[in-house]
T-cell receptor, first 117, second 113 residues
């Protein structure tokens, strides 16, 4: 079974630009979560999507948005990039099924490293 | 509010020794799950072990075990017989119900030959 894939793996943008990152979950997984990882702040939760609906949201400004498609693939968008948005963006997928409980394992993708100049 | 604390920024351990990585948490929700993840220098996050708040026994997965002390709100990870490949960043995480998952700051573990 293929793992979580994220594209692109590396990205360089300049301040003020916008960026879209993509995440394809493991087949059959309906929940996709996004995290931002920086040396200073660690791993911070951005949002979680389940069956095309945002189920949870972290404390990030409105410049950060996401969506999930009917095939469970997810995208996150960051508009008006700032230098502080430079980070590793990780996507994780899980079954997300109620029957499995909320604590089913999350499988992480390799991440997209975003550099804002 | 939910909170995860990992008080050890870094640890050095001799190969083959057992390692305990500390994690304390704070929550008012009776239903929660605790997770440990490993992040090697390559960057990928690897799930290690999970403990549910209602689980009566401590979770174990191979060389990994979770020392769950509910009253103290601690969920320490124990790695038995450490190996050089265990050198990595380790994160403790918690989820309340269907809420968001929060991670601790992590502990960088160095295994010495």
């Amino acid at each position: 079974k293929a793992g979580v894939t994220q594209t692109p793996r590396y990205l360089i943008k300049t301040r003020g630009q916008q960026v879209t990152l993509s995440c394809s979950p493991i087949s059959g997984h309906r929940s996709v979560s996004w995290y931002q990882q920086t040396p200073g702040q660690g791993l911070q939760f951005l949002f979680e999507y389940f069956s095309e609906t945002q189920r949870n949201k972290g404390n990030f400004p409105g410049r950060f948005s996401g969506r999930q498609f009917s095939n469970s693939r997810s995208e996150m968008n960051v508009s008006t990039l700032e230098l502080g948005d430079s980070a590793l963006y990780l996507c994780a997928s899980s079954l997300g099924e109620l029957a499995g409980g909320p604590y089913n394992e999350q499988f992480f993708g390799p991440g997209t490293r975003l550099t804002v100049l | 509010a939910q909170k995860i604390t990992q008080t050890q920024p870094g640890m050095f351990v001799q190969e083959k020794e057992a390692v305990t990585l500390d994690c304390t948490y704070d929550t008012s929700d009776p239903s929660y799950g605790l997770f440990w993840y490993k992040q090697p220098s390559s960057g990928e996050m690897i799930f290690l072990i999970y403990q549910g708040s209602y689980d009566q026994q401590n979770a174990t997965e191979g060389r990994y075990s979770l020392n769950f002390q509910k009253a103290r709100k601690s969920a320490n990870l124990v790695i038995s017989a450490s190996q050089l490949g265990d050198s990595a960043m380790y994160f403790c995480a918690m989820r309340e119900g269907w809420g968001k998952i929060i991670f601790g700051k992590g502990t960088r573990l160095h295994i010495l030959p």
